[in-house]
């Protein structure tokens, strides 16, 4: 039956899910777990956190499923609750830092593996690479959202633009100016 299940489209597999079908949500929760997780990593910057919060997006996903539009991407309507788990989980960590006078968690970001990348590439692209990693959830969130969707997602603007719920124009904007901020902070690095 799986085999059955991987040949629908996500509306269909969503439908199904509606249904309680916990093999379909487990196709759809495949189909889409890779993206997700390089969607949260890239805006938290945080490589366990970005699990949970996986995580947290797909139980929150199929306890809201009710409220989700088969005729819409699915993909687009996940996305959306993965930068909302985000965000919270900023907030979160900033509340914390606030009362608890915390200083911010380190660690160094660890390098999430690119196909497109062959084992020819040079140490001081990896190095570039990692701090541009560090650079990105520096940047405010309405910057980086629109960056991470179309820079590290792939996500055309306009799709980009569907995901945040503002205009192409204003995700064009942004990730112009997140790529000068970018530029700023790997400057003075």
Not at 12 to 30: F, G, H, I, N, Q
Not at 63 to 92: C, E, H, M, Q, V
Not at 147 to 160: E, F, K, T
Request: positive net charge.
């Amino acid at each position: 039956m799986t085999g059955d299940l991987a040949k629908c489209s996500d509306g269909e597999l969503a439908t199904l899910a509606l249904d309680r079908s916990s093999a379909a949500y487990a196709v759809l929760m495949r189909r889409h777990e890779t993206r997700i997780y390089r969607l949260i990593r890239s805006h938290i910057g945080k490589n366990d956190e970005a699990l949970d919060l996986v995580q947290e997006s797909f139980v929150a996903a199929w306890l809201a499923l009710k409220s989700y539009d088969p005729a819409r991407p699915f993909g687009t309507w996940l996305a959306r609750i993965a930068i909302n788990k985000s965000r919270d989980w900023g907030r979160r960590r900033a509340v914390r830092k606030f009362f608890t006078f915390a200083v911010p968690l380190g660690g160094d970001v660890l390098d999430i593996p690119d196909d497109a990348i062959g084992p020819d590439v040079a140490a001081d692209d990896r190095q570039r690479m990692a701090a541009v990693a560090r650079a990105i959830p520096q940047l405010p969130s309405q910057l980086k959202e629109p960056l991470i969707l179309c820079a590290v997602d792939g996500l055309s603007q306009a799709d980009a633009a569907a995901v945040l719920g503002i205009s192409e124009k204003a995700v064009e904007t942004r990730i112009r100016r997140a790529r000068v901020r970018l530029t700023e902070i790997l400057g003075n690095a």
